[in-house]
Structures are given as C-alpha cells and as structure tokens.
Nanobody
Framework: QMQLEESGGGLVQAGGSLRLSCAAS???????MGWYRQARGKEREFLAV????????YYQDSVKGRFTISRDNAKNMVYLQMNSLKPEDTAVYYC????????????????????WGQGTPVTVSS
C-alpha cells in the first residue's frame, strides 16, 4: 500500500502564503493526485486535483486563483502552493491518491479514496 506524507503546514497571517508538499512512497505517475482539507467540526472537502496524464488541474471554487496544485513524477511529489490565505482556510490538509490508475481526473472528487496522508495543519490568523 502506498504511503503519503504531507509537510509544510504551519501558522501564517492572513494574506500570507504556504507551500505544502506530499511525498509518496511509490510511483504516482499513473494516478491522479489531490489535496483535501478538513476544518474542525466540518467534513473533509476536496480542494484540487492534478491529472496523471497531462498535468491538467481542477479546483474547488473557493480556492481557484489562490491555490496551485502541481506534481513532480520523477520525485513522486505533489505540491499545493497557497497564496492570499484567509482565516477560513484554517484546517488540516491532506494529500490523496486516486483509487485506480489512468482515471478521469475530473471525477476524482466524487470517489471514495483509500490512500491518504496523515495531514498537515494550517492555521491562518486574522
């Protein structure tokens, strides 16, 4: 079973930036990869996905234009650059791998995923 490990979270002031990293224990080249978050008392929500095939991306509306997902298949890494952070972005951020290889990235948000990292906390102060 592949393992994912997130890093890069921390405390930042509103308007600031953070870059999250996700290191995979195996090859991710054939899988869509995504970032999700869970705020206290709320359900986990989809943020962004980067496609296995051509690096295409798709974002949740609330982070579009502020967050950028990217991948480095050679290093088995996925990144989330977060700019213009808001207090409502405070949450634990998780990296996830799609269920099957060679899948349509646009439908990843609807799938029940089973490979997750342990999460990295992000706190945005006002």
């Amino acid at each position: 079973q592949m393992q994912l490990e997130e890093s890069g979270g921390g405390l930042v002031q509103a308007g600031g930036s953070l870059r999250l990293s996700c290191a995979a224990s195996g090859s991710i080249s054939n899988y869509n990869m995504g970032w999700y978050r869970q705020a206290r008392g709320k359900e986990r929500e989809f943020l962004a996905v980067v496609a296995w095939e051509n690096g295409s991306t798709y974002y949740q509306d609330s982070v579009k234009g502020r967050f950028t997902i990217s991948r480095d298949n050679a290093k088995n890494m996925v990144y989330l650059q977060m700019n213009s952070l808001k207090p409502e972005d405070t949450a634990v951020y998780y990296c996830a791998r799609d269920v099957r290889p060679y899948s349509d990235y646009r439908t990843m948000p609807s799938r029940f995923l089973d490979v997750w990292g342990q999460g990295t906390p992000v706190t945005v102060s006002s």
